[in-house]
């Protein structure tokens, strides 16, 4: 298999990080665990194995749990004991829209929170089949809103995988409204995010048999049952064709053996073009979740490091994104338009 600098010419809002020796030891192990049950974890069912696997995330040191209730919608606060006032992480579990919860992702969530120094929120948005679409994008928004009602005036989100999907949808949803409550938002960070439910990506493809946790046909039922028959084009379902002018800074962590690679590259370099300040890291050797392995791999500590700092920097400093983010005009951002979903489809099937 082709490394990602092979496989891309690495722009300048691309960080190739090499994989160390110690880590391609570790992942030798990893993949021999986890590669028996590739493609198997489907549906509803499927959510208790999930959420052991995600308990499993080592435990950060200084953290304090709490259960509540923000904006309607229930979750878990991750929250370290010197946390910054008036600041808050929002994160969005991953799961493929079918499971995941936020207490099995507390720890992960600490980690993030313990890096920012801010207390982070973990929202049990709706899952599909249950709740399909929008179920899910209307929680994460009432989440946000609900966050500021609450005082919080600075505020970033993040997000893993399907989470990372929400995460991106939001950012660009806020960016397209006109109102106060919007500027309270300072940056966001997608992990392996799930960008493009039309699955056109090329690395489904060439990160095929690197990649041993997923296949097209399980990803094609997990995305079934989240649209329910709706347009995987729509931006809001699929944030890679939302307009994309005046989002917040935004990072996006990938490994380079993941079938979603190409959701996060593509995204990054379309925002990139949109004026945003947008910027990819590539982690060779790593696979989908690799920050679940913070403590065991010298890459994820490595990410979680990187996060914390761009985090802090937002934080530490006025939201400067003006302009098309404030105007009317904005309302029309994020609705879908065809000519822009079929023309990034094509691209990335003839790429």
């Given amino acids: 298999m082709k490394t990602f600098r092979e496989d891309h010419n690495v722009a300048s809002w691309a960080a190739v990080h090499t994989v160390s020796t110690e880590d391609q030891i570790a992942m030798t192990a990893m993949r021999a665990a986890v590669e028996p049950s590739k493609g198997k974890l489907q549906g509803a ?16 040191s200084g953290i304090i749990y709490e259960a509540d209730k923000i ?3 229930p979750g878990w606060w991750c929250r370290p004991k010197d946390a910054r006032p008036s600041q808050a992480v929002m994160h969005i579990h991953g799961g493929w829209f079918n499971f995941g919860s936020a207490q099995s992702f507390r720890h992960l969530v600490g980690h993030i929170a313990a890096s920012a120094g801010v207390a982070s929120f973990v929202p049990d948005y709706a899952l599909a089949p249950e709740h399909p679409f929008p179920g899910a994008v209307a929680d994460i928004r009432a989440t946000y809103f609900g966050l500021v009602d609450r005082d919080f005036s600075r505020i970033a989100i993040t997000g893993d995988s399907a989470g990372g ?3 991106l949808g939001l950012l660009a949803y806020l960016a397209s409204e006109v109102d106060p409550k919007c500027d309270c938002l300072v940056g966001g960070v997608a992990l392996s995010p799930v960008t493009d439910l039309a699955f ?12 041993p946790l997923f296949i097209k046909p399980q990803a094609d039922g997990l995305a079934s049952a989240y649209l329910a028959g709706h347009d995987a084009l729509d931006p809001f379902a699929s944030p890679l064709y939302a307009r994309l002018e005046g989002l917040v800074p935004v990072r996006v962590h990938v490994g380079n053996d993941e079938v979603l690679l190409d959701d996060s590259v593509r995204f990054v370099e379309r925002a ?12 060779e050797g790593m696979i989908h979740g690799f920050l679940g392995n913070v403590g065991r791999l010298a890459a994820a500590t490595a990410a979680l490091r990187l996060i914390g700092e761009f ?22 951002a994020t609705r879908w338009n065809s000519d822009i979903a079929h023309d990034v489809v094509k691209r990335g099937r003839a790429a």
């Fill in 45 to 60: 069912g499927a959510r208790g194995f999930f959420d052991a696997i995600m308990e499993g995330v080592a435990a950060p």
């Fill in 71 to 73: 904006g309607g919608v």
């Fill in 165 to 167: 999907n929400l995460a």
């Fill in 200 to 211: 056109s990506g090329d690395s489904w493809s060439t990160r095929a048999e690197a990649d």
């Fill in 272 to 283: 990139v073009a949109a004026g945003v300040d947008a910027r990819l890291d590539v982690w």
């Fill in 311 to 332: 985090m802090n920097a937002r934080f530490g400093k006025k939201n400067l994104i003006k302009g098309i983010r404030l105007l009317p005009a904005c309302k029309l």
